[in-house]
């Protein structure tokens, strides 16, 4: 049973191939390696002891992927690939407009392709990566799938349009099966130290930041508000392991698999964590200090952002496990055993 993974090489996509081959499934990589770095390939064999299968080229060249569908007959694609950075979206909304709702678009031709003229027999069945973003500035915690949905930036504008395009897919073509995953906070890495998040450049957000500090690259971490209507005055955000958000993947691929039937769900822990919280675990983990000094509030940032975790165990039988501990002991250990990413 193959499954397509556009974007597989990037952070979420590279634990979600490994969990997928832990289930038996046979994930195929398609990926540019515009934010990745062909490196994960070795790491992702080494883990799995199996080859990886990979087709490296652009989401957004619909004859191309129409034609790796034909070759590999997924029984269903987990669509990741796109541009994440928030600040990078105000400034460059194109890149985002392009990227995202265009490659979402592409990906959703060439599928629409191969299964009208039958040559993937099986109904079209998509897992797409959205985000907690499309709540916007939520009104209250925790946050249940039916809240409004907002944008503040082209990012989350990007993943707004595209569960909206699904749902008109879906409309259209009852024959599809839709899982929309709505992301908290990915951090972590696998046990083994050997796949993680590779940010390039200086990284946008707190995980990444801390664990540069904690091994000497950095030496302060701005703290981004203390004045927050939160138990100490920092930012609460629901930080998931992404062992566990990868599970989260296999459990919504085998509901649309075997139930056929079509959801959006919240991945989260349901628990919220303050950055100084973070800040402490991260110490406690690595036996490193990560010194820090309060900043202004960013603009844009939220003073709670936490799931209501529920409807992701009723309907997959899924839920996050791992805790804030093992969150910063797997980020230490790969970050202090590749302290310069894959470029090493
Ligand atoms: P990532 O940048 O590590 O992975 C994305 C991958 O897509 C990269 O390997 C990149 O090279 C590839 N890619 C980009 N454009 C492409 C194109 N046109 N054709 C083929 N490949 C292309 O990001 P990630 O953190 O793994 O995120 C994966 C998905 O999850 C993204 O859609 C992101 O918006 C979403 N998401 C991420 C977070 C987060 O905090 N990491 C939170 C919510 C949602
Ligand atoms: N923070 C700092 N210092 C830093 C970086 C972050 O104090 O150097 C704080 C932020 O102010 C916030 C918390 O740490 O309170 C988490 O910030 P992140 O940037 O790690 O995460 P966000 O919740 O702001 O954003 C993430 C993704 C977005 C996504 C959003 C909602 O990066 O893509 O979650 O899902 F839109």
């Not at 883990?47 to 957004?60: A, C, K, N, S």
């Not at 209507?229 to 459990?251: C, E, K, M, S």
Request: proline share 7%; charged share 15%.
């Amino acid at each position: 049973m193959k499954i397509l993974l556009t974007g597989g090489a990037g952070y979420i996509g590279s634990h979600t191939f490994v969990a997928l081959r832990q289930a038996s499934f046979e994930p195929v990589i398609l990926d540019t390696f515009a934010n990745s770095h062909p490196a994960v390939v070795q790491r992702l064999e080494t883990i799995t002891g199996q080859p990886v299968l990979l087709e490296r080229g652009d989401v957004l060249d619909t004859p191309w992927v129409e034609s790796v569908l034909r070759q590999h007959q997924p029984v269903g694609v987990v669509h990741f690939a796109g541009d994440k950075a928030v600040g990078e979206s105000v400034a460059q909304p194109l890149k985002y407009f392009h990227n995202n709702i265009g490659g979402a678009v592409s990906l959703l031709r060439a599928m629409t392709a191969v299964h009208a003229d039958g040559t993937v027999p099986t109904a079209p069945t998509l897992v797409f990566s959205s985000s907690a973003t499309v709540y916007g500035d939520p009104a209250s915690v925790p946050i249940t799938e039916d809240f409004p949905r907002s944008h503040t930036n082209p990012y989350g504008h990007s993943k707004l349009v595209i569960e909206d395009m699904l749902t008109a897919v879906r409309a259209a073509n009852p024959a599809w099966r839709v899982g929309t995953l709505r992301y908290f906070n990915p951090v972590g890495a696998h046990p083994s130290g050997l796949i993680g998040e590779d940010p390039a450049g200086i990284p946008n957000n707190l995980m990444p930041f801390v664990a540069q500090v904690a091994v000497g690259q950095r030496p302060c971490l701005s703290v981004y508000g203390n004045d927050y209507p939160t138990p100490d005055g920092t930012g609460v955000r629901d930080y998931i392991h992404v062992v566990d958000l990868a599970a989260g993947h296999v459990a919504a691929l085998q509901a649309l698999l075997n139930r056929g039937e079509s959801f959006t769900v919240n991945l989260g822990t349901g628990r919220g964590n303050s950055v100084l919280e973070v800040i402490k675990a991260f110490e406690a983990a690595s036996g490193c200090p990560v010194p820090y000094q309060f900043a202004p509030r960013r603009a844009g940032d939220v003073a709670q952002c936490y799931a209501d975790a529920a409807l992701a165990k009723e309907l997959l039988g899924w839920q996050a496990h791992l805790t804030l501990d093992q969150m910063c002991a797997d980020t230490w250990r790969w970050q202090s055993n590749n302290p310069m990413g894959y470029r090493m």
